[in-house]
């Protein structure tokens, strides 16, 4: 192998960078040279082409080959414009032979369709619009010698116009005001036969209300009878879905841009077929007849023009219903306001929505939509049906579920529609026989959620609504206590508020659910090694372990606000180990409102921190310390009394109950009335009314009445509220110490039932 000097390498390189160059260089100038020639011919082509007589034009223009035919055509056209011919095309236009100008506004319409696309063509035709619009007002003046060759010259006219006035607003805004040209029009919309006269009519018109740059819609309602011209022209056109689409564009757009056209508007649609037209459009296959047929019917019926006549439309709910359907946020929206609007204060039209099934199954989905407008429009139709009474809220609730999506879409809402999501709630609840499917679909969480809101309407609205639950329905009790609503509860009384209905409702309410006597069966056990092969704990909740069986304390926390397991956790505090903290840290951050269930796997209590049992012991009234090697089951809440089994000898169980009832009970009492009774004896408050009256609705329960008898202070602090009203002196000059003092006769008359 040879090894070749770094300066031959060198050399090497800057010959080949340089031959490269050169051939770059090369490639460069022969594609020029090439692009060069190619302009030359193409420019020599369009040069010979242009010494092309006009027969040998005339015969290419006739050939079966469509490119061939279509290059005659546009050489004609420009030599014709170029020759200086397109005077004497005009001033044939002008002729009084009719023939002669038949074949001069055939010819212009020929120019301006073939000629697109050719801008100095166009550009010159546009002297063409005055002509073309003088030629159709003739037309429509006066009589011609053949009525054939009248039609054909509009035909041709039109269609002219119309390719003039499609892209160019200028073009379109000097249409719109030339003289004559528009009553030519409303004179031809209203006599004219020929459909497709009347389709280039309508098609112009649409153009005029269309353009962007002038609003030309005032302009086009000066005209006389254009309205009622396009409402003719759409009964004229049906089955040309193009034809009434631009109808009823057309006449949208003229009601939206002018309120004066609304009385015009009205006289005419009393004597028309408008909203016939428009319902059967709604069964028409394309889909922009149908969006502005359900424009103009929305805008009629928004307006007030011909309400009872659409309602009486046949099979108008059922085509709607299909509408709803369509997965279409524009024709759901528009369908809503209309069904709401013609449903207001028409219970026959009430009821012809309540028997259509078609429409009622698309509720939910509507009540459930993203788009806002959707949701709110069908929200307003659903809470206006549901006020038709209780068959209505039957026949809705055989058919659908109208709370479950009503409650699921609750929190996106805005508080408008959250009111009127409310009382739909409160009408479908107050049904007896629904009230129950209502609470399995989740009103509980609905109200929960009301309940939240800084609104005090609402607030009160939803305590008394899950009263009237409670009190008919165990289940509504248990999903009450399962839901945070007793917390809510218990803060409305705990806190009060200025609204003193609330307080009242919300101490009502927790009385009802403390009553409910379900209960939750707990099975706890442990056993040391001489139970069986092996060591065992278990903490049975409803019939599942919860219990991690590991060594040491196992520990399983139920929240009482929702009644679920919020943790499972086992620690084998030894001396030293990393346990100890651990079980010290979470069992002080362990929640004041949950049940706290405990078995120990006895082999290690033996060398259990005493730093570990001493703080289970302290969190846990009547907890006594462990001894080694002990069997232990506890079922305990932070600050109450414990129930606990234990034994050094042999397995110890704990079987038990726990009624979510008594559990709603004992948070009352630790939150509320031990907190009004130690505040009512502590200071002497002229103003205790109020919380006498809440302890006098407690005072109404076993439970509290139980647990009144064991408050010290209470009665001599009543006794005294009725000494003090009975003064003669107090009673006849201070109004508040004699309803204080009647407030105290009513808890003492509710206490006195036991025979406290």
């Excluded at 009482?560 to 030894?574: A, G, K, L, N, Y």
């Excluded at 929640?591 to 570990?612: H, Q, R, T």
Aim: charged share 20%; proline share 1%; net charge negative.
């Amino acid at each position: 192998q040879t090894i070749i000097p770094m300066t031959t390498v060198y050399w090497l390189d800057v010959i080949g960078g340089a031959a490269l160059g050169l051939a770059l260089a090369g490639g460069y100038t022969l594609a020029r040279l090439r692009i060069q020639e190619t302009s030359e011919r193409i420019r020599s082509g369009k040069d010979q082409t242009r010494n092309v007589s006009q027969e040998d034009l005339c015969v290419l223009a006739t050939s079966n080959n469509f490119k061939l035919r279509r290059s005659a055509i546009r050489l004609l056209l420009e030599k014709t414009v170029e020759e200086g011919h397109l005077e004497e095309i005009i001033s044939a236009c002008h002729s009084d032979d009719d023939e002669l100008k038949l074949k001069g506004v055939t010819v212009l319409n020929l120019l301006v369709t073939k000629g697109k696309g050719i801008d100095h063509l166009r550009l010159a035709l546009t002297d063409a619009l005055h002509v073309l619009c003088c030629c159709l007002c003739d037309s429509s003046s006066r009589s011609w010698s053949s009525e054939n060759l009248q039609v054909q010259m509009q035909k041709a006219a039109l269609s002219a116009l119309f390719d003039l006035t499609c892209d160019d607003e200028t073009t379109q805004t000097a249409l719109a005001r030339h003289t004559g040209l528009l009553s030519s029009v409303v004179h031809l919309l209203q006599a004219s036969l020929d459909r497709e006269v009347v389709h280039w009519l309508v098609a112009i018109v649409h153009k005029l209300t269309l353009t962007m740059s002038v609003n030309l819609c005032p302009l086009l309602l000066a005209a006389t009878d254009l309205l009622p011209s396009l409402v003719r022209a759409a009964d004229f056109t049906q089955g040309d879905v193009a034809s009434t689409r631009f109808c009823l564009h057309s006449i949208v757009t003229l009601l939206a841009s002018d309120e004066a056209s609304l009385g015009l508007l009205r006289n005419v649609t009393s004597t028309s077929n408008l909203l016939f037209v428009a319902a059967c459009s709604l069964n028409s296959q394309d889909s922009e007849l149908i969006y502005w047929a359900l424009l103009l019917l929305h805008e009629l019926v928004m307006k007030d023009i011909q309400r009872d006549s659409a309602r009486q439309i046949r099979c108008l709910i059922k085509t709607l219903g299909k509408l709803l359907s369509s997965y279409d946020a524009q024709y759901q929206k528009l369908v809503l306001r209309t069904l709401g609007v013609l449903a207001v204060k028409h219970d026959d039209f009430k009821n012809k929505i309540l028997d259509s099934e078609v429409l009622l199954n698309q509720l939910p989905m509507c009540l459930c939509s993203v788009d806002d407008d959707v949701s709110k429009w069908a929200l307003i139709l659903v809470h206006d049906l549901v006020m038709a009474g209780d068959d209505a809220v039957s026949q809705i609730y055989s058919i659908v579920d109208v709370v479950k999506p009503i409650v699921e879409r609750l929190k996106w809402l805005k508080m408008s529609s959250v009111i009127l999501a409310a009382e739909t709630l409160g009408f479908v609840c107050s049904h007896e026989v629904w009230r129950h499917a209502a609470v399995k679909s989740g009103v509980i969480d609905a109200l929960f959620y009301l309940m939240c809101l800084n609104d005090k309407d609402l607030q009160c609205w939803s305590v008394a609504l899950l009263l009237q639950l409670v009190t008919v329905s165990d289940k509504a009790k248990k999903k009450v206590i399962k839901s945070c609503c007793v917390q809510q509860l218990i803060d409305f009384v705990h806190q009060s508020t200025d609204d003193k209905q609330i307080e009242t409702l919300a101490a009502k309410t927790l009385v009802v659910v403390g009553l409910l006597d379900t209960a939750v069966r707990v099975a706890l056990c442990s056993a040391g090694s001489w139970h069986g092969d092996k060591d065992k704990t278990s903490i049975i909740i409803n019939g599942q372990d919860e219990s991690q069986n590991r060594q040491g304390f196992n520990v399983v926390v139920l929240h009482c606000d929702t009644w679920r397991v919020e943790h499972r956790e086992s620690f084998c505090p030894v001396e030293g180990g990393e346990d100890v903290h651990t079980m010290c840290h979470f069992l002080e951050t362990i929640d004041n409102e949950s049940l706290v269930f405990i078995a120990v796997m006895p082999d290690a209590a033996a060398s259990f921190s005493g730093k570990a049992l001493s703080l289970l012991s302290n969190s846990f009234h009547g907890m006594q310390p462990l001894s080694s090697g002990e069997t232990f089951v506890a079922v305990a809440t932070k600050g109450f009394q414990c129930q606990f089994q234990r034994s050094l000898e042999k397995p110890v169980s704990l079987e038990l109950e726990l009624s979510m009832g008594m559990v709603v009970n004992r948070r009352v009492q630790h939150h509320v009335l031990d907190s009004i009774i130690r505040h009512l004896i502590s200071y002497d408050n002229n103003c205790a009314t109020q919380e006498l009256e809440i302890l006098d609705i407690f005072g109404r329960s076993f439970v509290h009445r139980h647990y009144f008898s064991t408050c010290s202070g209470l009665l001599p602090f009543l006794v005294k509220c009725v000494r003090d009203m009975l003064c003669k002196e107090t009673f006849q000059s201070n109004n508040e110490v004699v309803t204080r003092g009647i407030a105290a006769c009513h808890l003492l008359c509710s206490l006195s039932y036991d025979g406290w």
